[in-house]
């Protein structure tokens, strides 16, 4: 193993461990006074915006679009946010930040417009996204982590952008180590690690598999895999059926997000151009809706997950680090599909 990798995981355990003696300990993470000042000021902004899509919008579509968009999740039906949770699919709807991270992953698979300048609208992105959630923290960090590990890509050194996001992650929890209990932030650090790390290598073995899907489908598939322990143990729900689910509507967020915001921008210049533009998510958006409801109405949709041991998630986070090196082992004519 890399002597230097050794010795930084040495020094960061050293400053992790004299931070929390510093703090009083661990314990699960309360508001950082701070953040959530910067992050109050802007609701009323939220809550406009969020009005907005309702006037360009039907119920639910209005509901999710302001969760996926605005992190604003409040008026979702009970009975759909039920369905979301029994198809693994809430997460999509909570501020973590991983849909940030599939947005820039997205962003960064459209090589035919230069990946130098797509490279710069991701950054563009990264910037105005936390702007247009109210600054939450959630975001902020996630914003942070991919914004670093692009910059690395920026610069030629695509490898160097997975010590970066680990670095980033490590310097976050130096300056809160209990944001290691937050869900939020396990969300998007590891999401961000799906995006970054393991779908282009995913993407190249799906070569196979229709061009029109394949970034998505690998981006998704990643996401999944990383995230999917940190939902089925907080929300205690693991659905029988949630990775098909997942992978039929985790490709229109992006679409969702993009068009989302120009419909926004377009109701903010006149209702009609906005309840025009507003067609095309409009459309993504009940495409999303029929098939969580579809599938949440199959019996035995999803499982009740009780209290596992920590060595569960360890064994299946050893199990995808192998299955990863698995695939950077596969030549490139080697494919999965």
Do not use: C
């Not at 949709?301 to 998630?313: K, N, T």
């Amino acid at each position: 193993m890399n002597k230097f990798f050794l010795v930084a995981t040495a020094l960061f355990l050293a400053l992790f461990l004299f931070r929390v003696g510093q703090t009083g300990g661990l314990s699960k993470p309360g508001i950082d006074p701070e953040l959530e000042n910067l992050s109050s000021g802007f609701i009323p902004s939220r809550d406009f915006l969020a009005g907005k899509i309702e006037e360009i919008l039907p119920q639910p579509q209005a509901a999710l679009l302001a969760g996926i968009l605005l992190g604003v999740k409040s008026q979702l039906p009970k009975d759909f946010n039920n369905a979301l949770r029994r198809t693994s699919t809430i997460h999509i709807v909570v501020v973590s930040g991983q849909n940030l991270s599939l947005l820039i992953g997205f962003l960064m698979k459209l090589s035919f417009l230069g990946r130098r300048k797509m490279t710069f609208v991701s950054f563009a992105v990264i910037i105005l996204y936390p702007l247009l959630t109210g600054l939450q923290v959630p975001v902020l960090r996630a914003a942070l982590m991919i914004g670093l590990a692009s910059a690395a890509q920026l610069l030629g050194r695509e490898r160097d952008g997975v010590w970066i996001l680990l670095l980033t992650g490590f310097a976050m929890l130096l300056y809160n180590p209990n944001w290691i209990f937050s869900i939020s932030f396990q969300l998007s650090f590891l999401a961000t690690v799906g995006v970054i790390v393991v779908a282009p290598e995913l993407v190249k073995k799906l070569n196979r598999a229709p061009e029109i899907i394949r970034q998505d489908l690998g981006v998704s598939l990643a996401a999944q895999a990383l995230t999917w322990p940190v939902i089925a143990a907080n929300f205690h729900q693991a659905s029988l059926i949630g990775v098909v689910v997942n992978t039929l509507v985790l490709w229109t967020i992006s679409f969702i997000m993009v068009s989302g915001v120009i419909a926004l921008a377009g109701v903010l210049t006149s209702p009609a151009l906005g309840s025009l533009l507003a067609l095309i998510p409009g459309v993504l958006l009940t495409y999303f809706i029929y098939v969580v409801s579809f599938f949440d109405r199959l019996p035995l949709a999803s499982i009740y997950v009780g209290r596992l041991s920590p060595l569960v998630w360890v064994g299946y986070y050893i199990l995808v680090l192998g299955l990863f090196l698995w695939l950077k082992s596969l030549k490139p004519n080697e494919a999965l599909t």
